[in-house]
């Protein structure tokens, strides 16, 4: 009898998904020795030695993921390898859309957002994106969520699902372990300014960086010398972001890196003054996890997400007005009572996304559904 991860959407680069995995699935794994697991994956192949574990097994699934014909054939593959697979099948969890349900054993599905839907203007594409998640969804068994918001959004388009929160963790351990002979290296390596507002994200266009350019260009203007770094691998908005920096002239004070490993990450978290988070729309927001465990004040979207995740304990701003950003950015680096105090309140917070907390509710999930 086996449990089936199927994680053949995830790669080698760094993700909110990929971290999750990492971190609450292998408590599933350890806390039940006594069961099988077999996880599927694709060009993620560290995996195995993450989930180096006795009673775990391995199947490379041989079609990649980079578009949705590769997806199709890859979830055929899968569906027809679990058909003729020689031990029992008890749970099947998905992550990514579409999947084949298998009548066989009971299909989870893990979702992070809705964010086609959500971004999707026309009025028949958004029909076709509602029907689209409507379709898996409703063939799912059990639904796994990151967040209250999410999981009432997609409630707002379809009912009667069996819908779970879990929300996403951290490991503190991770930036407590940073000395400053490690900050001092990072430093020197990337030529990094003495203060920095930070930033973290792939330069797509939800993550509302052409805006937050906008808003440093208005400091500089005030006078207000504001270094901003970016850190994310190239997307669907890079080549904007990058000609907006130029023709604004802020070469001197907006920095990209890509390609930074985990560590390096941390790092610049840990150097930073303030971290700001402009997006649009997100299912959870691990930056913000992140922040808090780097005792960093942060500057956030008025999203619903954000507000949950910190409890409106933050300074929020409206995404869309470029002025609001530069306004609640000017305040949050010269206001240091406010800093202090959200520093502390973050100091408390983060205690409830620690890898204790949630891999309790994702094994009593998993053991309940069994």
């Known amino acids: 009898m086996q449990h089936v991860f199927d994680i053949s959407c995830l790669d080698m680069h760094a993700s909110g998904a990929k971290q999750r995995f990492l971190s609450l699935y292998s408590e599933i794994i350890k806390k039940n020795k006594n069961k099988n697991y077999l996880i599927i994956y694709t060009s993620f192949k560290d995996v195995k030695k993450y989930f ?7 199947k490379k699934n041989k079609f990649g993921q980079h578009n949705y014909i590769n997806k199709i054939i890859s979830i055929i593959y899968i569906y027809f390898y679990i058909f003729f697979i020689r031990y029992k099948v008890i749970t099947i969890e998905h992550f990514t859309l579409p999947f084949l349900k298998i009548r066989s054993c009971l299909n989870i599905f893990t979702i992070h957002d809705l964010r086609r839907l959500h971004f999707s203007n026309l009025f028949l594409l958004k029909i076709a994106y509602k029907f ?10 059990n639904i796994i969520v990151v967040s209250h918001t999410i999981k009432k959004e997609i409630l707002s ?5 069996k819908i ?7 490991n503190l351990d991770l930036f407590n372990k940073i000395t400053k002979k490690n900050l001092r290296a990072v430093k020197k390596k990337y030529n990094l300014p003495n203060e920095f507002i930070l930033t973290v994200g792939h330069l797509e266009k939800r993550k509302n960086y052409l805006r937050l350019i906008r808003a440093v260009d208005i400091l500089k203007k005030n006078n207000e010398n504001i270094n901003l770094i970016i850190v994310g691998q190239d997307s669907d908005e890079s080549k904007d972001i990058y000609k ?3 023709k604004l002239k802020l ?10 490993n985990d560590f390096e990450v941390r790092c610049f978290y840990k150097l930073s003054k303030l971290f700001v988070f402009p997006s649009m729309y997100e299912g959870f927001g691990i930056p913000i996890l992140e922040s808090m465990a780097s005792k960093l004040p942060m500057v956030l979207s008025n999203t619903k997400v954000f507000r949950e995740i910190t409890e409106n304990k933050y300074i929020y701003f409206d995404q869309y007005d ?5 306004q609640n950015i000017n305040l949050a680096t010269k206001d240091k009572e406010l800093q202090k105090k959200m520093i502390i309140y973050g100091n408390k917070r983060i205690k409830n ?4 907390n949630q891999k309790k509710i994702i094994i009593k999930f998993y053991n309940k559904i069994k």
Do not use: E, H
């Not at 779970?164 to 951290?170: F, R």
């Open 132 to 141: 689209f998640f409507g379709y898996f969804l409703k063939r799912a068994d």
């Open 251 to 260: 070469t001197v004070n907006i920095k990209i890196f890509s390609n930074l």
């Open 157 to 161: 388009y379809f009912s009667k699902l």
């Open 244 to 246: 907006l920096i130029k």
């Open 164 to 170: 779970t929160v879990v929300y996403n963790t951290i």
């Open 322 to 326: 470029p002025l609001s950003i530069a």
């Open 353 to 356: 996304f620690t890898l204790d």
């Open 52 to 58: 180096n574990f006795p009673n775990v097994t391995f």
